[in-house]
DNA sequence: TCTCTTATTGCCCTTTTGTACAATGTACCT
DNA sequence: AGGTACATTGTACAAAAGGGCAATAAGAGA
């Protein structure tokens, strides 16, 4: 993994060399190109941090933001703003490397104090991001009940996907009960809704 | 690390023992002496489970919510009564390993579509407009023969159509059989797509 | 009044779906 | 070599969906 440390010191904290030995440290207006994980310095960025967070959503590059006082606010704040995490920059390296973990992931990593609130924020939005159609997590599926799940999506019944793909109608069924368990989801109605960004 | 899994299931799932072998898998009234992080299965414990997150949360034990349901209001629900993570109880062994090690760093855990809709409080509005959908020719439906159209696009099954409209379930049959006729689809499941705006 | 449409439901039937309980074979990993 | 995940298929069964035939009822209109 390649993580690039942006901040106005002259050269980063031991902690996170520590944390990742092959990092690289660079300054605010440098190129971040390759970088799998960009980490701000808010404390040495200050005024210039929310102009970089926007521009590092804009470029769907994943970022955590490091701050010297654990501030919920300011967390709430850089979570909105597209961070995948929040920490103190003074973090242990093993917490460091724990935070890159989750992120690398595809998850969120703040404290619990922080998350809380964050829930309370998006307890209203819920229902209507929802709405719009989050993706689902099809990775549970595997890539042949990905096939079939994909191919009632489309409205097709059980024998003409079992001739799509090649194979008996009892294999179809026998993906679709899988799929319908992983995905939680109770027929086939529901799947192809699911598969469409539907939710249910 | 002292994992207790609590589930209605006569064994745990593979996977919980793959990513956990020395785990202690027991029924929803066990004690959980000892246990340093305990997991609850959603999925199998039903009803039972916001009281027995009541119960943790009471005693301070730290314990994540295992779901069949992708589902992120409950994510939400899960922490704010205490839990220190939520995932799939399908989720891959190292997946498990890793949400078992952020919470044991005293972090919380919350998959990617969680993440998600929290980013996307912020962005919400912009995107309502985008929101038109193909209209298709509803007007040749009955009043009647709309509404249990609509009903099925949201993936309602019969009895459930039936209870929602106050009618019984042949009436039901009824109407779908005509709408398929008058909108040119096989089943509900076509239907269903169709309602929600994708083309067949 | 008589007709037409729509709504409703029953009985009975076929087809489709969905599951339970297996078994077989392959690939991969420890 | 043994374990596990995955894909595949079988038999058998239960549930749901779908439809044919037919009857009843309400409302709108010629």
Not at 27 to 42: C, F, N, R, T, Y
Not at 106 to 119: I, R
Not at 122 to 132: D, G, L, P
């Amino acid at each position: 993994m390649n993580h690039v440390f942006i901040s106005s010191l002259a050269k980063p904290l031991s902690r996170w060399l520590q944390a990742f030995p092959d990092l690289v440290h660079v300054a605010p207006e440098s190129a971040i190109d390759g970088a799998d994980l960009v980490w701000l310095d808010a404390a040495s960025l200050k005024a210039a941090l929310p102009e970089m967070m926007v521009r590092l959503q804009l470029i769907q590059r994943r970022f955590v933001v490091l701050d010297a006082v654990p501030d919920d606010d300011a967390a709430i704040k850089a979570v909105q703003s597209g961070a995948c995490g929040y920490a103190h920059r003074h973090a242990k390296p093993a917490q460091l490397e724990e935070i890159a973990a989750v992120v690398d992931a595809g998850g969120l990593w703040v404290g619990p104090s922080v998350m809380q609130k964050v829930m309370q924020i998006s307890k209203f939005v819920a229902r209507e991001a929802a709405s719009v159609g989050v993706d689902t997590d099809l990775s549970v599926l595997t890539e042949r009940e990905l096939a079939v799940a994909q191919e009632v999506g489309k409205g097709l019944n059980n024998r003409e996907i079992a001739q799509v793909l090649g194979v008996t109608e009892r294999t179809v069924k026998a993906h679709l009960t899988v799929a319908f368990e992983k995905l939680a989801v109770r027929d086939r109605v529901q799947l192809a809704l699911l598969m469409n960004g539907i939710s249910i």
